[in-house]
């Protein structure tokens, strides 16, 4: 049976190792601190503990304001020649909800014939240049300025725009006769057609501008849809009073 190390060894080179485990070496635990032991946490204090008001709500502490990273933005929206004369006539009903609504920078370039819109540290909706863009652009196809302001102040208005040849090529007369069973007699069939859906319409030439809501807009166009295809006025006035009489009902 073969002898233990610790019998083989010289009696220095024991008292030398006893000697070694006498002296704590780096990374050793003491005996006397219970390595198993959880690190003890840290008081919380009285000001960290969450607030609850009488009704079991916790109440935090209002948020910081944290500063805006506002990034200069500008706009140009070009303004057709026949559309100068009315931007200047009504320039001061244009430019107030611009400036004091939206908190944007806008000045009318007439060298250029745009509008410049640029946002500024005071614009507070990220969106304003947005909707300063659409308000320019409404006025453009030929809104009324009371109409545009809409676009400003409600967020589920759209403009949308089609021609006559996009619904039935017609030409010549054929084309003539469709405008005016769109606009009636006095305009009075585009009235009626706006009155019942609850839009705004322009008609240009052959482009047709249509200013409401999703739904709104859906209504009016199938109307001129019937109307440039060739339905009577008499006809499209009926199939008006029920869609109506139904959106009243939603509402």
Same mark, same amino acid.
């Given at each position: ?9 010289? =009696?220095?080179? /024991? ?7 006498? &002296? !704590?070496?780096?990374?050793?635990? $003491? #005996? ?16 960290d ?9 916790p ?7 944290? =500063?805006?990273? /506002? ?7 070009? &303004? !057709?020649?026949?559309?100068?004369? $009315? #931007? ?41 240049l ?122």
């Amino acid at each position: 049976m073969p002898a233990p190390t610790a019998l083989l060894r010289n =009696p220095e080179a /024991l008292a030398e190792d006893n000697a070694m485990t006498d &002296v !704590p070496q780096e990374g050793d635990v $003491p #005996l006397d601190i219970d390595a198993t032991a959880e690190p003890a946490e840290p008081a919380q204090s009285a000001s960290d503990e969450m607030q609850v008001d009488t009704e079991g709500r916790p109440h935090f502490a209002p948020a910081k304001d944290i =500063p805006r990273i /506002l990034k200069v933005e500008t706009r140009k929206v070009p &303004v !057709p020649p026949h559309r100068m004369t $009315p #931007l200047k006539a009504s320039w001061t009903k244009i430019y107030p909800p611009l400036v004091e609504h939206l908190k944007l920078q806008v000045r009318m370039n007439i060298k250029n014939k745009v509008v410049e819109l640029r946002n500024s540290r005071h614009t507070n909706d990220s969106g304003a240049l947005q909707k300063g863009e659409d308000f320019i652009k409404a006025f453009t196809l030929g809104f009324d300025v009371d109409d545009a302001i809409a676009l400003l102040r409600l967020d589920d208005l759209y403009i949308e725009t089609f021609e006559i040849k996009d619904v039935k090529t017609l030409n010549g007369d054929h084309l003539g006769r469709a405008i005016g069973r769109i606009a009636g007699k006095d305009g009075k069939t585009k009235f009626a057609i706006e009155n019942a859906s609850r839009t705004r319409i322009v008609l240009a030439d052959q482009k047709i501008h249509i200013l409401g809501g999703f739904k709104n807009i859906h209504v009016a166009r199938e109307a001129v849809v019937s109307l440039i295809l060739g339905a009577p006025p008499g006809k499209v006035y009926g199939n008006l009073r029920t869609v109506a009489s139904r959106m009243k009902e939603r509402f």
